[in-house]
């Protein structure tokens, strides 16, 4: 399996930690990992993917990852912007590409870009928001 991160912005303790996260979430989403996943999103958590009409939920949240998405086959991220306020809430600002199975067998690579949302929950994070998606949606 082949993914890597690009070129971090240079960042303090706390924003490293979060980006190392962010990275943690992708690689439970490429291993379709569902459980982990529910333990690292806000029960209230909302989203919204650029292009759709409405904000999803939480169940929906963790629909994206589980086995009736389309599987993750490599990705690469890029992150533009990370940012720690107060000790308590993070913002996250990047872009990514990821080559994904489509239909038959084949695979298809999408790109785009988030801004994820985050709560400080012990020395964790938990995910409250995201918006973004691929590029070309809006």
């Avoid at 979060?18 to 459980?35: D, K, S």
């Amino acid at each position: 399996m082949e993914h890597e991160s690009g070129e971090v912005p240079r960042l303090g303790d706390e924003e490293q930690l979060l980006w190392e996260h962010v990275q943690m979430l992708w690689e439970l989403a490429r291993r379709r990992e569902t459980a982990p996943v529910r333990k690292l999103l806000h029960p209230d958590y909302t989203g919204w993917v650029t292009g759709l009409d409405r904000p999803h939920d939480y169940e929906a949240a963790v629909a994206s990852v589980g086995p009736d998405s389309p599987r993750i086959l490599r990705y690469r991220l890029q992150p533009l912007k990370v940012t720690v306020f107060d000790h308590e809430v993070g913002v996250v600002h990047y872009r990514y590409e990821a080559e994904v199975e489509a239909a038959g067998g084949a695979s298809q690579t999408i790109a785009g870009r988030w801004t994820e949302v985050y709560k400080r929950r012990g020395r964790g994070w938990l995910m409250i928001s995201v918006s973004g998606g691929p590029d070309g949606m809006r």
